[in-house]
C-alpha cells in the first residue's frame, strides 16, 4: 500500500471481528474477505472506482446471519475514511456520481461535512439476491455514514433488477467519495467551510 491518506482499523466484538486498511489516494487494489460472497464483491467494486486502497477482513457470526457482520463493516469503513482525511484541508468535500449499470440508474451525492446523514431512496425489487438480505445495504450505508461523518443521498432513478441497481450504489458511492476526498489545487491547506472546520 502506497503512501496516502491512510487509516487502519481493528474492531473486536461479541458478535465480530474485523481489521481494515484504507488509503484514499491509491490505486484502486483490494483484498476483501468479509465472510459474506456479495458484500464482498460490492466492497471491491467501490474501491476499484473509488481509486482506494482496500484490505478488509472480518469474521462474524454468519451462523446467526450477515447483520452484524455488514453493519460492524460499515463501521469501521466510516471510521478508516474518517481518520483517513484528517481535518480535510483542502479537500474537494462535495462530489457526485450518476451512474448506469444496465437498466439501473443511481444517483449519489456525498458531502464530507462531519454530519452523519443517509438519505436513501432506493427501492429493491428483490429481499434477496443469492443469500444476501438487501435491505442491509440502507444497514451498511447508515453505519458508514454515521461513522465516518458524512452525508449521502443516493437515488434510484430507474432499474428492476436488484443486483443491478445495488451494483451501481456501491460504484456511484465510490466515485462520488473519490470526487469528495480528492484534493483541491486552488486551495491547498484551506478547509472547504466558511466556519474553518468540518
Known amino acids: 500500500m502506497q503512501a496516502g491518506r491512510t487509516a487502519e482499523i481493528e474492531r473486536q ?10 488509503n484514499l489516494d491509491g490505486d484502486g487494489v483490494y483484498q476483501v474477505d468479509t465472510g459474506v460472497g ?4 460490492m466492497l471491491s467494486l467501490w474501491a476499484r472506482h473509488g481509486l482506494f486502497d482496500l484490505k478488509l477482513s472480518a469474521a462474524g457470526d454468519l451462523h446467526v446471519d450477515a ?28 462530489g457526485q456520481a450518476l451512474l448506469p449499470m444496465d437498466e439501473a440508474l ?7 461535512s ?4 443517509l438519505s436513501f431512496d432506493v427501492p429493491l425489487p428483490s429481499p434477496r439476491v443469492g443469500d444476501f438480505d438487501t435491505e442491509l445495504v440502507e444497514e451498511f450505508l447508515q453505519a458508514l ?16 433488477n436488484t443486483h ?9 458511492l465510490g466515485r462520488a467519495l473519490r470526487q469528495a476526498a480528492a484534493v ?9 467551510s466558511t466556519k474553518g472546520v468540518l
Open 67 to 94: 447483520h452484524h457482520t455488514v453493519e460492524d463493516t460499515g463501521i469501521c469503513l466510516g471510521e478508516a475514511i474518517k481518520q483517513a482525511l484528517g481535518g480535510k484541508a483542502g479537500i474537494n468535500r462535495y
Open 13 to 22: 466484538t461479541g458478535e465480530t471481528e474485523i481489521r481494515l486498511r484504507l
Open 164 to 172: 443491478h441497481i445495488i451494483e451501481a450504489v456501491f460504484k456511484a
Open 38 to 41: 456479495f458484500l464482498d464483491h
Open 114 to 117: 462531519g454530519r452523519g446523514r
Open 145 to 160: 455514514t454515521a461513522h465516518g461523518e458524512f452525508t449521502l443521498h443516493v437515488r434510484l432513478l430507474a432499474g428492476h
Open 184 to 192: 483541491d489545487a486552488r486551495r491547498p491547506g484551506q478547509v472547504p
Open 106 to 112: 443511481v444517483l449519489a451525492a456525498v458531502d464530507l
